[in-house]
């Protein structure tokens, strides 16, 4: 690991007896890091539907399997850069454990390790101010409950923050030609994977090069190269280089595509902060005033951030993640003060680096679970991926039918059905509109398990019994299934999962 001044006046009384002489202590948080999170690679939750639609599934197809084919897709407004980059993942995950579980687990061991970048950089910037800092900082990044539950996730926000935080860090302070160049490219990489997160990276990049414009010339140089890799990508897959961005503005900022998922107000943000940190937001605002000071364009970024995606209607609480890890590696260097302090005082020596970092660490458990979306975030998709399996697990299974299920709620195709046909009848479909029963009856033939709505049992055929129910977003779901094989038959081939999307523009 780096080697990293320390400050005498640090104290080291408290620190032995977290590390010992032979192990780096950065060595220790980053197992500590992975042993919080490495679970969670395995927990089937699902935050939201992107990290499966968006990436996994346009990667399972890059590798020559069916895949379901969202609006996103079908519009262009997403780069194949992220695909691209998870199909590696997927191939070694399904290698390893066919059946659709490996394609899902891999890639997020992946994004773990890349999270692992943000305790990282949080230890070089506390080091730049002592030991403690450095130990502090690093122990937040790793234990801290918002940090560690986007970790796991294939999400566009998450990726990018774990590219952007180390770049933060590498162009701050006195940066190299060298660490220019690579600090550019990483935040090119962060803009083509999370564009929404250029005006932050702006206040840095501004930041950086305010009184040392030279350093433009290496920082824009690096980002040049990613951005060509970039579009060799697009091009790769026959798609106009960076048209997925025109795309992606045309249809929400134009046609608020965005908007029709939800619309917010100004101060949705400083109302999530409220719910999730509870009244413990008195004590990590002031944490975070005390910090700011070590480094402050830290924090410009993290106020843009929010500020930025709070003009934008369509608000969810994962947008700002980026503003959330340098809020807290901010609340981290802060709390470092008052260890500092507290060791000013005879008493108080050899416990005050164990009672900050024990604080930390009960508050992050105890917030982890206080507040309704928190325990939502924790099970989302968690039920319906027990029934994705039991059907991916059926070997009689030859065909199943989504009825008025959502299929953005489950977990995608191959572990869902595997190379079984997949059909969906759902009332936003002009072709079924107003005769789902009917059209159910008609293409029933073509398969022999159907996962519908247990308040639209009563339109399934007489021969479907039911198998197993669970909660499937606000709603009941259940697996009913008949004896006998499936026939390809002409009433069910319009109702292929894709053909309907097409049709119903989801």
Excluded at 34 to 52: G, K, M, Q, S
Excluded at 281 to 296: Q, T
Excluded at 396 to 417: D, I, S
Aim: glycine content about 8%; proline content about 6%.
């Amino acid at each position: 690991m780096t080697r990293t001044s320390a400050d005498p006046s640090s104290g080291r009384a408290g620190e032995k007896s977290l590390v010992t002489a032979r192990i780096h202590p950065l060595a220790l948080l980053l197992l500590l890091a992975l042993a919080v999170r490495l679970p969670l690679a395995f927990w089937p939750n699902t935050i939201h539907p992107d990290e499966i639609f968006q990436y996994l599934e346009p990667a399972w197809r890059m590798l020559g399997h069916d895949g379901i084919v969202t609006w996103e897709w079908r519009y262009g407004i997403r780069g194949w850069f992220l695909p691209t980059l998870m199909a590696g993942p997927v191939a070694l995950g399904d290698w390893v454990a066919p059946g659709g579980s490996g394609a899902f687990v891999v890639p997020r061991l992946v994004a773990v390790l890349a999270s692992l970048s943000i305790v990282v950089s949080a230890w070089s910037f506390g080091a730049r101010v002592s030991r403690t800092h450095a130990i502090v900082a690093a122990f937040v990044a790793a234990i801290w409950f918002e940090i560690v539950m986007l970790a796991p996730h294939t999400l566009s926000e998450s990726i990018a923050t774990a590219l952007i935080v180390p770049a933060a860090l590498m162009l701050t302070g006195a940066p190299s030609r060298t660490r220019l160049l690579v600090g550019g490219a990483m935040l090119a990489i962060a803009f083509v994977c999370r564009f929404q997160y250029a005006p932050a990276t702006a206040v840095l990049v501004i930041g950086v090069c305010w009184r040392h414009w030279r350093n433009l010339l290496p920082l824009i140089a690096g980002g040049v190269i990613a951005l060509l890799v970039a579009a060799m990508i697009d091009l790769a897959h026959g798609a106009v280089p960076f048209g997925w961005l025109v795309a992606n503005i045309e249809q929400n900022l134009l046609h608020d595509r965005a908007a029709g998922f939800g619309v917010s107000s100004m101060i949705t943000y400083l109302s999530s902060f409220w719910i999730t940190w509870s009244v413990a937001i008195v004590l990590l605002v002031a944490a975070i005033w005390r910090g700011w000071r070590h480094a402050p364009l830290l924090l410009a970024m993290a106020l843009t951030d929010i500020l930025f995606h709070s003009l934008i209607a369509h608000k969810e609480y994962r947008f700002i993640f980026l503003s959330v890890v340098l809020l807290m590696i901010l609340a981290a260097l802060g709390s470092a003060d008052w260890v500092q302090s507290l060791r000013g005082k005879r008493a108080w020596r050899p416990w005050a680096l164990p009672a900050i970092a024990g604080g930390w660490a009960l508050l992050s458990i105890a917030l982890a679970g206080a507040s309704e979306p928190m325990r939502d975030h924790w099970m989302r998709g968690v039920s319906a991926a027990r029934l994705a399996a039991e059907l991916r697990g059926d070997p009689k299974l030859c065909g199943l039918a989504l009825y008025n299920v959502p299929f953005h709620l489950l977990p995608g195709r191959e572990r869902l059905t595997g190379p079984a046909p997949l059909y969906a009848l759902i009332s936003g479909d002009p072709l079924a509109k107003g005769r789902l029963p009917a059209t159910l009856q008609a293409a029933s033939p073509a398969f022999n398990r159907i996962l519908v709505r247990a308040d639209s049992v009563d339109d399934l055929p007489a021969d479907y019994t039911r198998r197993d129910c669970d909660a499937v977003g606000n709603a009941t779901a259940c697996i009913y299934a008949r004896a006998g094989t499936c026939e390809p038959i002409a009433a069910a081939a319009p109702f292929t999962i894709n053909d309907v999307l097409g049709r119903s523009g989801e």
